[in-house]
């Protein structure tokens, strides 16, 4: 257990809906970090926030969104669902540093989230 | 822009003998760490093992080691002592240091442990 948690487990949506899924840090981390893996596929970085602004963005459109909260939590926001939206929604969680030091950056994951557009 | 590629879509492996999964990157960068992320069905990515490229010697954790080779770019995952737990998919990862926003991901190797 990494003591990232992520709500829900699941999810059903049907297409043009919005969702929002959620992230809890592990205690001590200040950086969130999303990810989609769809079926049979590595993850894909969405983005992500570090004390609460975005920290880097990967190739997704911009009806993906996100906050980070004060506690490190963190929402990522999908407007306007598509079929290809369907995938294993993944956050973890890190604490960046440049002592290079054992746990530094190591990002560590949640268990997920599973959406299903339909 | 970085990559990494891994050969192996699918490994087996007898119980208590050895495997080495395969995993190759391509990178203009001279500082970054290298991860192998091991997904059980229970989907969540655990990490197993992570290298630190200014780091010569390579990184052992109990039963899992890798030979890295920066010049080959080159980042191997050998899993001793085989376990029937060990069944899932792994991934290897790579990321720029001091610019943490990403993993990248290859594309996984599934591998199966029989008994």
């Known amino acids: 257990e990494t003591g990232v948690t992520q709500s829900p487990t699941h999810l059903i949506k049907t297409r043009g809906q919005q969702v929002t899924l959620r992230c809890s840090s592990q205690s001590g981390h200040n950086t969130v970090s999303w990810y989609q893996q769809a079926l049979g596929q590595g993850p894909q970085f969405i983005f992500q926030y570090y004390r609460e602004e975005e920290n880097g963005r990967g190739n997704f459109p911009p009806r993906f969104s996100g906050l980070q909260f004060p506690n490190y939590s963190s929402e990522l926001n999908v407007n306007a669902l598509e079929l290809d939206d369907s995938a294993l929604y993944l956050c973890?969680?890190?604490?960046?540093?440049?002592?290079?030091?054992?746990?530094?950056?190591?990002?560590?994951f949640g268990p997920g989230t599973r959406l299903t557009v339909l | 822009a970085q990559t990494v590629t891994q050969s192996q879509p699918e490994m087996s492996v007898q119980e208590a003998e050895t495997v080495t999964l395969s995993c190759t990157y391509d990178?203009?960068?001279?500082?970054?760490?290298l991860f192998w992320y091991k997904q059980p069905p229970s989907r969540q990515m655990i990490l197993v093992i992570r290298q630190e490229a200014y780091k010569q010697q390579n990184a052992t954790e109990n039963r899992f080691s890798v030979n890295f080779q920066k010049a080959a770019k080159s980042f191997s995952l050998k899993i001793s002592d085989s376990q029937l737990g060990d069944t899932a998919m792994y991934f290897c990862a790579f990321m720029k240091l001091y610019n943490t926003d990403k993993l990248i991901f290859g594309t996984g190797t599934r591998l199966q442990v029989f008994p």
């Open positions: 990178t203009s960068e001279n500082n970054y760490y």
């Open positions: 973890a969680s890190s604490f960046p540093g440049t002592s290079g030091g054992a746990s530094t950056d190591t990002q560590y």
